[in-house]
Nanobody, 116 residues
Framework: QVQLVESGGGLVQPGGSLRLSCAAS????????MGWYRQAPGKQREWVAT???????NYADSVKVRFTIFRDNAKNTVYLQMNSLKPDDTAVYYC??????????WGQGTQVTVSS
């Protein structure tokens, strides 16, 4: 059974940092692309960042330079380091693993609130 569990969200002031974690089970983690997405209130879920099995990364323009996605295959965990946070980064953050066409798994999400 595939399971993704996010953690690390919280309340942070503008300019602050947070590190999100997504622990995966039920998959061969090291061979899978992993992604982070977010959904702000009243908005559609949007892609944030992706990391391939080989460690190649890609980012949405809105988070490029400020966010870093990385993985620890020994811990079956993908991380999202978020720096220089802005109020517009406030959202529920989800991790995702695509296992094939129509076979996508999501975590339950973790709330990030950026506010003074």
């Amino acid at each position: 059974q595939v399971q993704l569990v996010e953690s690390g969200g919280g309340l942070v002031q503008p300019g602050g940092s947070l590190r999100l974690s997504c622990a995966a089970s039920g998959i061969i983690f090291s061979t899978n692309v992993m992604g982070w997405y977010r959904q702000a209130p009243g908005k559609q879920r949007e892609w944030v960042a992706t990391i391939t099995s080989g460690g190649f990364t890609n980012y949405a323009d809105s988070v490029k330079v400020r966010f870093t996605i990385f993985r620890d295959n020994a811990k079956n965990t993908v991380y999202l380091q978020m720096n220089s946070l802005k109020p517009d980064d406030t959202a529920v953050y989800y991790c995702k693993v695509p296992l094939g066409p129509g076979n996508v798994y999501w975590g339950q999400g973790t709330q990030v609130t950026v506010s003074s």
